[in-house]
T-cell receptor, first 112, second 113 residues
Framework: ELKVEQNPLFLSMQEGKNYTIYCNYSTTSDRLYWYRQDPGKSLESLFVLLSNGAVKQEGRLMASLDTKARLSTLHITAAVHDLSATYFCAAMRTGTASKLTFGTGTRLQVTL | DTEVTQTPKHLVMGMTNKKSLKCEQHMGHRAMYWYKQKAKKPPELMFVYSYEKLSINESVPSRFSPECPNSSLLNLHLHALQPEDSALYLC????????????FGPGTRLLVL
């Protein structure tokens, strides 16, 4: 069974600081996704990482994937308040097309 | 149009009621999904439809009954629910079921009394 773990579960950081969210998964995964969810809202797709060494960046967020370590990271650069949300990673196991397994989520709070 | 829509936004129902949740997408996607999300938890997959056929049922109780009338619509029929079924129900769609990015609707917040 594919398991996906994130840490930290909660992150409070000041504006302007950098930090990284970690996502570990237990078995081989074809793709790794990052989603953002604002309170009471739906999930917004941020990144999809397809292969070992993949790196994608959008604004202050950068995601990377190391399939050998079964690890993905979401790096936040110079955080701003608007980034406050819950971030989920999700993995899809080889051979189980369309079945996403989500991580526990990281609630990010950026303080002024 | 890159939107998945869901109705209603909120629903309160008693344990003896029958209600339906609706989901619609006009992106030409051929895979559609139902997820259940409890507060402060990640979404949990319930059902997957691929080309209008049910391809995955994650051992969901029969009081939840999915239906895919056509490639753009997905319904979730609810009957005799329990209070623990109260949650946010999210619909998603993807180009096909072969590992494409899933796009989520705004969800229906369900309260079972």
């Amino acid at each position: 069974e594919l398991k996906v773990e994130q840490n930290p579960l909660f992150l409070s950081m000041q504006e302007g600081k950098n930090y990284t969210i970690y996502c570990n998964y237990s078995t081989t995964s074809d793709r790794l996704y990052w989603y953002r969810q604002d309170p009471g809202k739906s999930l917004e797709s941020l990144f999809v990482l397809l292969s070992n060494g993949a790196v994608k960046q959008e604004g202050r967020l950068m995601a990377s994937l190391d399939t050998k370590a079964r690890l993905s990271t979401l790096h936040i650069t110079a955080a701003v308040h608007d980034l406050s949300a819950t971030y989920f990673c999700a993995a899809m196991r080889t051979g189980t097309a369309s079945k996403l397994t989500f991580g526990t989520g990281t609630r990010l709070q950026v303080t002024l | 149009d890159t939107e998945v829509t869901q109705t209603p936004k909120h629903l309160v129902m008693g344990m003896t009621n029958k209600k339906s949740l609706k989901c619609e997408q006009h992106m030409g996607h051929r895979a559609m999904y139902w997820y259940k999300q409890k507060a402060k938890k990640p979404p949990e997959l319930m059902f997957v439809y691929s080309y209008e056929k049910l391809s995955i049922n994650e051992s969901v109780p029969s009081r939840f009954s999915p239906e895919c009338p056509n490639s753009s619509l997905l319904n979730l029929h609810l009957h005799a629910l329990q209070p623990e079924d109260s949650a946010l129900y999210l619909c998603a769609s993807s180009q096909d079921a072969d590992q494409e990015t899933q796009y989520f609707g705004p969800g229906t917040r369900l309260l079972v009394l």
